[in-house]
């Protein structure tokens, strides 16, 4: 597609539960990158990938979070046994490279809501 | 480490006027500088950077920033705002692989 997409766009699950995120990046970007935005506020790095390779997982908050990237293209972020303070936006980036740059172009985002 | 603050939560502007929305940042190495905008509901849209070169970048919507070394800042500004330009805007600083954005500034413009 013309821009990076995200699905779902709204997730409202129980706490406890695992959940998956998807990420669909611009065709031919080569960085991708995931971030949590809580009720309009600032960005927090969680994890980026070059390739299919994670370098820098120092952003990840406790490891019932992980992410993976296949084929260069999807990512998928899961979080497993969702606790209340998980409810925030998550939102994918890509860029044509992982240089200092390019500018990220972003998803819309997937709201996640833990009941 | 580096680090960049937006020092306004929010900045208000009557339409006509001009606006500027402020970046300070703090960064070991030569950095690139980014400003985006969300507006609700959306992911972030990148409105311009300054790389190298000219201090003065132009970017998208007549958005232009200016790089000040001395002052280590990046403040974002436009001549004439628009009701439509309220929204919620972010700077950026890199270096190297290390993105760090700013807490952001919520703009509103009154018609």
């Known amino acids: 597609g013309a821009g990076v997409s995200q699905s779902p766009s709204n997730k409202v699950t129980e706490k406890g539960k695992d959940v998956e995120l998807r990420c669909d990046p611009i065709?031919?970007?080569?960085?991708l990158y995931w971030y949590r935005q809580s009720l309009g506020q600032g960005l927090e790095f969680l994890i980026y990938f070059q390739g299919n390779s994670a370098p820098d997982k120092s952003g990840l908050p406790s490891d019932r979070f992980s992410a993976e990237r296949t084929g260069g293209s999807v990512s998928t972020l899961t979080i497993q046994r969702t606790q209340q303070e998980d409810s925030a936006v998550y939102l994918c980036?890509?860029?044509?490279?992982?240089?200092?740059?390019?500018?990220?172009?972003f998803g819309d985002g997937t709201r996640l809501s833990i009941l | 480490a580096q680090s960049v603050a937006q020092p306004e939560d929010q900045v208000n502007v009557a339409e006509g006027n001009p606006l500027t929305v402020k970046c300070t940042y703090s960064v070991s190495g030569n950095p690139y500088l980014f400003w985006y905008v969300q507006y609700p509901n959306r992911g972030l849209q990148f409105l311009l950077k300054?790389?190298?070169?000219?201090?003065l970048v132009k970017g998208s919507y007549g958005f232009e920033a200016e790089f000040n070394k001395s002052q280590t800042s990046f403040h974002l500004k436009k001549p004439s705002a628009l009701v439509s330009d309220s929204a919620l805007y972010f700077c950026?600083?890199?270096?190297?692989?290390?993105?760090?954005f700013g807490a952001g500034t919520r703009l509103t413009v009154k018609p």
């Open positions: 300054y790389i190298t070169g000219d201090n």
């Open positions: 980036a890509s860029s044509y490279t992982n240089s200092g740059n390019q500018p990220q172009h």
């Open positions: 950026a600083v890199r270096v190297l692989n290390d993105m760090r």
């Open positions: 065709s031919g970007h080569t960085a």
